[in-house]
């Protein structure tokens, strides 16, 4: 499986983006779980949001519920992350990942990675 984020870019505090990322591979792409998780400078990888291979669930951290919103399009094999009412805290690199289970906030539930994408917020 392949990941490619993209969507990335320089907004104001308040603005809007929308992130998404091309699944590939010879993999039955349906069945996993997809995930966002974003590194801030100088800290840890943490985790976004993540969606159920089947779309029947998803799960937001506390930071981003309400204001983000993670969907998938298993027609066109990619899954997408709609943030609103951006803060200059959610300046980071966003990553995409998949995984063939549902642990959704574990970054060692997911085995594969996207390269990452760079949202920066101004104040």
């Known amino acids: 499986v392949q990941l490619q984020a993209s969507g990335g870019g320089l907004v104001q505090a308040g603005d809007s983006l929308r992130l998404s990322c091309a699944v590939s591979g010879r993999t039955d792409r349906a069945r996993y779980c997809l995930g966002w998780f974003r590194q801030a400078p100088g800290k840890e990888r943490e985790f976004v949001a993540a969606?159920?291979?089947?779309?029947?669930?998803?799960y937001y951290a506390d930071s981003v519920k309400g204001r983000f919103t993670i969907f998938r399009d298993n027609a066109k094999n990619t899954v997408a992350l709609q943030m609103n009412s951006l803060k200059p805290e959610d300046t980071a690199v966003y990553y995409c990942?998949?995984?063939?289970?549902?642990?959704?906030?574990?970054?060692?539930?997911?085995?594969?990675w996207g390269q990452g994408t760079l949202v920066t917020v101004s104040s």
């Open positions: 990942a998949a995984g063939p289970g549902w642990a959704p906030t574990l970054m060692t539930g997911y085995n594969y």
């Open positions: 969606i159920k291979w089947d779309s029947s669930f998803t």
